[in-house]
């Protein structure tokens, strides 16, 4: 019969005290005196700090041995006595494996507090969020400065396919495959190793939220991600993304321009000619990624999509849109012929604009 999770095995004693029950055993049976069974006792469980100041951050290297940690430990204050340590350690915790990596030891602690972090191989990690919407170069803008890595490596390895060769032979770097999400890793992880676990979480989340979406017919993944992510950039109300994706997925069919302002962006981005508005003479920029001069989906993915946008990129709503326009909150007015269209631009964008400046309320549109 399995045992409850109140059950205290024997006596009720804490596991670790009838480990130690056991250590102190095999101590006095080595010839250890009474009184050097009470010092045991009190010096695994005192807490210890050896060390100035509030905290001590200590690298176990890899394939260090457990003798020499311990020492190592000692040495910078965080363990009081490695010899006894090593006897708890093999007695009894049963001589686990200690885990490399950097450690932060804080105030005082006992030795079964310090052996557990080790043994669970508790390191000291750096955290960076990768979010939806952002390019290559503003996700390794945010690896850089979260302390993972240096900038221009991040952006050498991003503009190679390599790491997504098999999975899109199309692709010509990584955008788009750098998974938004908010990672944690290990001080002293590689930027090849940071790349390589941002592109294995889009495999892995793709696989699992967005294929089983596609039906017999799937479109390349080259195209899909593509789609997803200018839906990314496009949609600020997460029920407004199939959609737009449904809008977009009308007008490739009817092969009419997507005339997307936010491929226009990435084009001048590229061009160095970004100055955080869209002019009209920009929807003019000779670029494969204008979408405006150039019908199709451009030539790559322009950002990093979320789940969301890549589940609305594999099930388009079915819907008789060829045209939406901004609200200016976040949401859009939706249309399906050019005439309708008109109106709700005169509306939302000429009017709404003109009524802005004229009430002091604020500048051009980005």
């Not at 010096?43 to 311990?70: D, K, M």
């Amino acid at each position: 019969m399995a045992r409850g999770a109140g059950h205290k095995g024997s006596g009720g004693k804490k596991p670790w005290r009838r480990r130690l029950g056991c250590l102190l055993f095999v101590v006095l049976v080595l010839g250890v005196p009474a009184a050097g069974g009470g010092w045991l006792w009190w010096q695994v469980t005192r807490p210890y700090q050896g060390y100035p100041g509030s905290e001590r951050f200590v690298t176990v290297a890899p394939g260090t041995g457990a003798v020499h940690i311990l020492e190592q430990l000692q040495h910078e204050g965080v363990l009081a006595d490695a010899a006894v340590a090593r006897a708890y350690l093999v007695f009894v915790s049963r001589n686990p494996p200690i885990q490399a990596g950097d450690y932060r030891f804080a105030g005082p602690l006992t030795l079964p507090q310090v052996l557990r972090k080790l043994i669970r191989g508790e390191v000291v990690t750096k955290t960076a969020t990768v979010v939806p919407g952002w390019a290559m170069e503003e996700i390794a803008d945010q690896l850089a400065a979260a302390g993972l890595g240096r900038r221009e490596v991040f952006l050498r390895l991003m503009h190679s396919p390599e790491l997504v060769s098999d999975l899109d032979p199309a692709a010509r770097d990584l955008e788009g495959y750098l998974f938004p999400e908010t990672y944690k890793f290990r001080l002293g992880t590689s930027e090849r190793e940071v790349v390589a676990t941002l592109v294995k979480t889009f495999r892995q989340r793709f696989a699992k939220q967005v294929r089983p979406l596609l039906d017999g017919n799937p479109p390349p993944l080259h195209a899909l991600v593509t789609l997803a992510s200018i839906v990314e950039k496009e949609a600020k109300a997460s029920a407004e993304r199939p959609v737009i994706a449904g809008v977009y997925h009308n007008r490739l069919e009817r092969r009419i321009a997507l005339a997307a302002d936010p491929t226009v962006i990435y084009a001048l981005k590229k061009l160095g000619r970004w100055d955080g508005n869209i002019h009209h003479d920009d929807l003019r920029v000779d670029s494969p990624y204008n979408t405006y001069r150039y019908a199709g989906l451009p030539p790559g993915p322009i950002c990093s999509p979320g789940a969301a946008s890549l589940q609305a990129a594999a099930q388009p709503a079915d819907v008789p849109y060829l045209y939406f326009v901004s609200r200016n909150d976040g949401t859009h007015v939706f249309a399906t012929t050019l005439e309708e269209h008109s109106r709700n631009v005169q509306q939302w964008q000429v009017r709404y604009w003109r009524e802005k400046r004229a009430s002091g309320g604020g500048g051009a549109k980005n």
